[in-house]
T-cell receptor, first 111, second 116 residues
Framework: DAKTTQPPSMDCAEGRAANLPCNHSTISGNEYVYWYRQIHSQGPQYIIHGLKNNETNEMASLIITEDRKSSTLILPHATLRDTAVYYCIVRLAEYGNKLVFGAGTILRVKS | NAGVTQTPKFRVLKTGQSMTLLCAQDMNHEYMYWYRQDPGMGLRLIHYSVGEGTTAKGEVPDGYNVSRLKKQNFLLGLESAAPSQTSVYFC???????????????FGPGTRLTVL
């Protein structure tokens, strides 16, 4: 499995964009990049995933570099409720494929 | 839809006692998972199931057993609880026919277990 590297913590001002980086230099061609977040004391929540192309949904945007060795999760207008631990996970999208959670990035959104 | 629910929300056990945690999902998902999360750490997979009647070991299976007799339910059992099993336990489910990605896991609210 490809390993991911994320900064341990980041701060962001409320209303500004939060850009969370993730390095996955050993990613293989058929592995996807998944992002989850965990708000304090709650179960993790799926945010977005992508393979090669940039992706956007109602929660966030995912930018994957052309060589796929790194990606950035963008929360366009961060709110206090976005304060959470964000996990970047690289996995094959196959039956029963298990997610492996690392330490993630603690994002603190401040007013 | 209730999504993924877990019972109980909190529990305190004495060393050596047994208990069963129940996970239920109403999304007709094929796959279900049990994770544990210790303070300051990411989630670690205990056991998982890719379908009714099937189970498999995850990263940290020792001291736990599981059963998936019905598609919608996944039970996690502790036969003889130990203080090292004090943790928050999360259940998750994923995949239903027709979706393109199998790793969009939906998580329950967690069960906080303390073993004295």
């Amino acid at each position: 499995d490809a390993k991911t590297t994320q900064p341990p913590s980041m701060d962001c001002a409320e209303g500004r964009a939060a850009n969370l980086p993730c390095n996955h230099s050993t990613i293989s061609g058929n592995e996807y990049v998944y992002w989850y977040r965990q708000i304090h004391s709650q179960g993790p929540q799926y945010i977005i995933h992508g393979l090669k192309n940039n992706e956007t949904n109602e929660m966030a945007s995912l930018i994957i570099t052309e060589d796929r060795k790194s990606s950035t999760l963008i929360l366009p207008h961060a709110t206090l409720r976005d304060t959470a631990v964000y996990y970047c996970i690289v996995r094959l999208a196959e039956y029963g494929n298990k997610l492996v959670f690392g330490a993630g990035t603690i994002l603190r959104v401040k007013s | 839809n209730a999504g993924v629910t877990q019972t109980p929300k909190f529990r305190v056990l004495k060393t050596g006692q047994s208990m069963t945690l129940l996970c239920a999902q109403d999304m007709n998902h094929e796959y279900m998972y049990w994770y544990r999360q210790d303070p300051g750490m990411g989630l670690r997979l205990i056991h998982y199931s890719v379908g009714e009647g099937t189970t498999a070991k995850g990263e940290v299976p020792d001291g736990y057993n599981v059963s998936r007799l019905k598609k919608q339910n996944f039970l996690l059992g502790l036969e003889s609880a130990a203080p090292s099993q004090t943790s928050v336990y999360f259940c998750a489910s994923s995949y239903s026919a027709g979706r393109s990605s199998y790793n969009e896991q939906f998580f329950g609210p967690g069960t906080r277990l303390t073993v004295l």
